[in-house]
């Protein structure tokens, strides 16, 4: 059973920055699907921010150019830095790993962030 852990989540003016963690409980060395999503309230979740085991990474429209994926294998650990926040990036945000195509994908719990005055 994989385990996520994310932290770092939190309340920030618009304007700040925060730094999300996501420690998995396995080796992520060659894991190639590893994602945030987020979930506002009385929203769908969507996907933010992808990177692959090669270090590629994707982003939705409404972060790119504030948000960064980025990966420590050694340390198990995927990251979002998220700067430039404004209010309507505030939601429930998630680490999902999925091992490989052939294993069903895992969530984290969730860390809140809130951008606010």
């Known amino acids: 059973q994989v385990q996520l852990v994310e932290s770092g989540g939190g309340l920030v003016q618009p304007g700040g920055s925060l730094r999300l963690s996501c420690a998995a409980s396995?080796?992520?060395?060659?894991?190639?699907?590893m994602a945030w999503y987020r979930q506002a309230p009385g929203k769908q979740r969507e996907l933010v921010a992808t990177?692959?085991?090669?270090?590629?990474?994707n982003y939705a429209d409404s972060v790119k150019g504030r948000f960064t994926i980025s990966r420590d294998n050694a340390k198990n650990t995927v990251y979002l830095q998220m700067d430039s926040l404004k209010p309507e990036d505030t939601a429930v945000y998630y680490c999902?790993?999925?091992?490989?195509?052939?294993?069903?994908?895992?969530w984290g719990q969730g860390t809140q962030v809130t951008v606010s005055s």
């Open positions: 396995v080796s992520i060395f060659s894991i190639n699907a």
């Open positions: 990177i692959t085991s090669g270090g590629s990474t």
């Open positions: 999902y790993l999925r091992p490989s195509a052939y294993q069903p994908g895992y």
